[in-house]
């Protein structure tokens, strides 16, 4: 609980952050058809508008991930931090300031702009500061609590939206995004892990030099000194993948995972706007649900879990419960369904901490910025093909004149990603792969204080 209760700043931080996200998700549906096509309940246009954008986000996110992952090794994970969110406020302002076609266009542009360089960021570089400053055994319940701040967020977010109209929502949105920025640079504590601490050795390759003095006539010599490089190359995610077969294997699912994700967020509004005519409200009280749901589930059953149930297990119930709720999703008979589906998300939501974990633990304390960075770019690419897949698809069906009469056959497509991340999450295994620590030698005068032996130790 000590560990957990420092990581108290963090979770506030991503608490107001997804907060000002969230709150304006049930409105842009009914911004966008607005501005787009006002008065219809279909609009081909909106869909494939959004399936582009999603997708040049996903370009972006695929560069940046490993990128931003890896410079925070370097440079600490608060000062790469500061970046996505700061920048997540420049779209959230323009439509807090007019929802006009003519600034509904210019969101549009900012957010595809700002999302590109840091859509996941936030998520990405928390998990690395969790990873951090949890040992081992614990992590899988803490990137669970951590993952149900986010859903605790969604929650208030969801019913903020709610209860606000659309402008109030993306003015407090604005304002509140603002606030998560001034709070995280002002509190959160850049605790970097300790060399002492490493889990594991380093897996990719790193430039190292031999017999480098430590400071000017200091006597205390690192014969292995690491100087760690600040892109990534193509190369250094390969040595990763191959290095290691579970987080390849967790890799994979992240792919197919996030592809059925993906798919699901560039179809399901549109679909539930063309059969049933929903509206911000019923947005907001279906997401709501959800958020509820898996709030329920990572701050309380995961953790209770955790201990008793190995994390491959819990993911792949998760992915198998995926499929029965997309699956009975696409058949949509009434409007009562997609509530009832809902609660599938109790068990839907401990996906991503269970793989997060699993990546996490193949690496070494000083690597967990890549490691999330390349799991999140992995994430990425999935993002960048879905809306490409199912945008069209979901247009094609849900037009007037379809191939043939099944509106749901895109949400069923859908179901085969998830079922394809399931399959491959039954050939994970628990063995965690780790590497003992290269001993450096090191000579320590007395002139150098037996604290800094310790630290470079």
């Not at 008065?39 to 940046?64: H, K, N, P, W």
């Amino acid at each position: 609980m000590e560990e957990l209760a420092e990581l108290g700043h963090l979770f506030m931080t991503v608490f107001l952050s997804t907060l000002s996200a969230i709150m304006v998700v049930p409105a842009i549906t009914d911004v966008t058809m607005e501005a787009l096509c006002p008065g219809v309940d279909e609009c081909s246009l909106a869909i494939y508008l959004s399936g582009f954008q999603q997708a040049v986000i996903g370009v972006g996110t695929v560069v940046m991930m490993p990128l931003i992952g890896n410079l925070s090794d370097r440079y600490g994970r608060k000062a790469l931090l500061t970046f996505p969110i700061t920048i997540s406020i420049i779209p959230l302002a323009t439509l807090a300031y007019s929802r006009s076609t003519e600034f509904f266009y210019a969101y549009y542009i900012l957010r595809t702009l700002t999302a590109m360089l840091s859509e996941g960021s936030t998520n990405c570089l928390a998990l690395a500061y969790v990873a951090d400053n949890i040992s081992e055994s614990k992590r899988t319940s803490a990137f669970g609590i951590l993952a149900g701040v986010g859903s605790a967020a969604f929650v208030f977010g969801t019913l903020a939206a709610r209860f606000l109209s659309t402008a109030l929502a993306f003015q407090v949105a604005a304002v509140l995004s603002m606030v998560a920025a001034v709070y995280m640079r002002v509190f959160l504590k850049d605790k970097l892990s300790e060399t002492g601490h490493l889990l594991a050795q380093p897996i990719l390759k790193q430039i190292v030099s031999n017999d480098d003095e430590v400071g000017d006539g200091e006597s205390c010599v690192l014969t292995n000194k690491v100087a760690f490089k600040a892109f990534p190359s193509v190369g250094d995610l390969v040595s990763l993948l191959r290095t290691s077969v579970t987080f390849s294997q967790a890799a994979i699912v992240t792919f197919f995972n996030s592809l059925a994700e993906g798919g699901l967020q560039a179809a399901m509004m549109y679909y539930l706007k063309a059969r049933f005519q929903f509206s911000k409200n019923q947005y907001a009280d279906l997401m709501l649900i959800v958020g509820l749901a898996g709030m329920l589930s990572q701050l309380v059953l995961m953790p209770l879990l955790a201990p008793f149930v190995a994390e491959q297990k819990l993911l792949s119930l998760g992915l198998l419960v995926g499929c029965a709720n997309v699956y009975f999703f696409h058949e949509l008979v009434s409007i009562q369904v997609p509530y009832a589906t809902a609660v599938f998300t109790v068990v839907v939501v401990l996906v991503t901490p269970c793989l997060r974990s699993i990546a996490s633990k193949q690496v070494g304390s000083s690597e967990q910025g890549k490691a999330q960075g390349c799991l999140s770019g992995i994430g990425s690419i999935g993002s960048i093909i879905s809306p490409l897949l199912f945008s069209p698809l979901t247009a094609m069906f849900l037009s007037e004149k379809p191939p043939f009469d099944f509106p749901g056959f895109s949400i069923l497509c859908i179901g085969f990603m998830t079922m394809i991340a399931f399959i491959q999450s039954l050939m994970i295994t628990a063995d965690h792969h780790h590497h003992q620590i290269p001993t450096h030698k090191i000579d320590c005068s007395d002139r150098l204080e037996a604290s800094s032996c310790d630290h470079l130790r």
